[in-house]
């Protein structure tokens, strides 16, 4: 079964600062897609981008951004400028081809933007 | 207009009490899905639906029964129920179609159990 393994449980950045959001992932499948939602404390998941396996090109959907290294199974969330809105718990999640769309979640990073 | 909605948002029971939780989604999706978020914010899928047809069953008590009507929604029934399943319950739905990119999952808002 996949895991997905999120090392920082909480993380502050500096207002308009850029901040990376590890996400490591271990799977023997080839074809697999990786996810990234955001979780405000108001409770709802918001999607934020999406990165393939065969993608060749880091996903970018605004001022975020995936860094992603296949080699290294890992897809970490670049966020730039940050804003005091992007407060909020994030979560890694990977979906295997064939797995029936089940998206696996990784344990969240808490991120605090900060004046 | 909300694309997933959930009804109720809060829902406090006693224990062994049945209840329901309702989704239904306006995207026109094949598929649904709901999630359990326990008490450390973790995330795990315990049923998918895809056309009224069940692709997804984890590891769940029998007490937990999905049920689609129509594709549009998937209701969630919990029969007596006991302190552990206080959680935050999802409903999510993605279309069907083939290739991963397309089949990125819409969350509600969640409803927050709470068993006493």
């Known amino acids: 079964a996949q895991k997905i393994t999120q090392t920082q449980p909480g993380m502050f950045v500096q207002e308009k600062e850029a901040v990376t959001l590890d996400c490591t992932y271990d799977?023997?499948?080839?074809?697999?897609?990786l996810f990234w939602y955001k979780q405000p404390s108001s409770g709802e998941m918001i999607f934020l981008i999406y990165?393939?396996?065969?993608?060749?090109q880091n996903a970018t959907e605004g001022r975020y951004s995936l860094n992603f290294q296949k080699a290294r199974k890992s897809a970490n969330l670049v966020i730039s400028a940050s804003q005091l809105g992007d407060s909020a718990m994030y979560f890694c999640?990977?979906?295997?081809?064939?797995?029936?769309?089940?998206?696996?979640f990784g344990t969240g990073t808490q991120l605090k933007v900060e004046l | 207009d909300t694309a997933v909605s959930q009804t109720p948002k809060y829902l406090v029971t006693q224990m062994g009490n049945d209840k329901s939780i309702k989704c239904e989604q306006n995207?026109?999706?094949?598929?649904m899905y709901w999630y359990k978020q326990d008490s450390k914010k973790f995330l795990k899928i315990m049923f998918s639906y895809n056309n009224k047809e069940l692709i997804i069953n984890e590891t769940v008590p029998n007490r937990f029964s999905p049920k689609s009507p129509d594709k549009a929604h998937l209701n969630l029934h919990i029969n007596s129920l006991e302190l552990g399943d206080s959680a935050v319950y999802f409903c999510a739905s993605s279309p069907r179609q083939a290739g991963l990119a397309k089949n990125i999952q819409y969350f509600g808002a969640g409803t927050r159990l709470s068993v006493l």
């Open positions: 995207l026109g999706h094949d598929t």
């Open positions: 990165q393939g396996s065969y993608d060749e």
């Open positions: 799977t023997s499948d080839q074809s697999y897609g």
């Open positions: 999640a990977v979906i295997l081809t064939g797995g029936g769309n089940k998206l696996t």
